[in-house]
């Protein structure tokens, strides 16, 4: 069996490429902000075979802030010409707990939703051809505190951040969109390490069943050792397919790499 963690994730596995003090400005008690214009993150996504200076997708996420306090994360994983080849939403409170999560993997048509109802994780998945469904599956699970999905993997390793660096491990479920369950996994950090010539924070996302782990490689986080804490780099399992030969399917096994301006 493979596990696809990025397909919820890693759909979007994705981690907000914008930078601590940004993530974490300070707002007053009960009256969120309302952005006009959306912040903007971009990225660009290469696979490990891939040896020259072309990306094989791009990346872009737009986070507005909504009246209610709510956040509303739009991303999308683009092929070089621009055709979309991902899709997600992701809505999340002021504190980081999901309200609910769509994406649409258009490599493979498949679309899954999830929202948190209580206590209850409500998952639903379509199959489709030409925008028609061909199949659904529906899966209801127990949700609890330390459950999330790959897009808010960089927010829980940065309020972490003083534990981990620590040695203390963080272990939580992430909810895996494709497989409509949920997987243990453990944060941990590795230390300062050498990425591009630079030593920078790095931490590893390991699932911690034994026998998933000898299926799914480790995803890597790199972090800019400054007060900004910036995200350099995402290495492993990323959310897109990889062109087979024949098709668009796979693991796709690379680097997520956000672009600054």
Not at 93 to 106: L, R
Not at 118 to 131: F, M, P, R, S, T
Not at 134 to 155: A, C, F, R, S, W
């Amino acid at each position: 069996m493979q596990i696809q963690i990025n397909s919820l994730f890693i759909g979007a596995l994705f981690c907000y490429a914008s930078s601590y003090a940004a993530t974490h400005a300070s707002k007053p008690s009960g009256q969120p902000s309302v952005s006009k214009q959306p912040s903007v993150s971009k990225a660009v996504l290469f696979e490990n075979k891939n040896k020259t200076d072309k990306p094989d997708f791009t990346f872009e996420k737009k986070d507005t802030k909504n009246a209610d306090g709510t956040t509303t994360q739009d991303s999308v994983f683009r092929y070089p010409d621009g055709r979309a080849a991902f899709t997600e939403t992701l809505v999340l409170t002021a504190d980081n707990k999901i309200v609910s999560y769509f994406y649409d993997q258009k490599q493979i048509s498949q679309r899954i939703w999830l929202a948190i109802d209580g206590k209850v994780i409500k998952l639903k998945k379509e199959w489709y051809e030409a925008e028609k469904v061909t199949k659904t599956q529906e899966e209801i699970e127990e949700y609890k505190e330390n459950y999330y999905v790959g897009p808010q993997l960089q927010d829980v390793t940065l309020k972490r951040w003083a534990s981990l660096t620590q040695g203390k491990n963080y272990k939580f479920k992430l909810i895996v969109m494709e497989h409509l369950d949920t997987f243990s996994f453990e944060l941990e950090y590795d230390g300062m390490k050498d990425l591009n010539g630079k030593m920078v924070h790095r931490f590893s996302l390991y699932p911690r069943s034994f026998f998933i782990k000898l299926l799914v490689s480790p995803i890597r986080f790199f972090f800019e050792n400054t007060p900004e804490r910036k995200l350099l780099e995402v290495q492993g399992t990323l959310p897109v397919k990889p062109w087979n030969g024949k098709e668009w399917d796979g693991i796709f096994e690379g680097t997520m790499r956000p672009t600054y301006k």
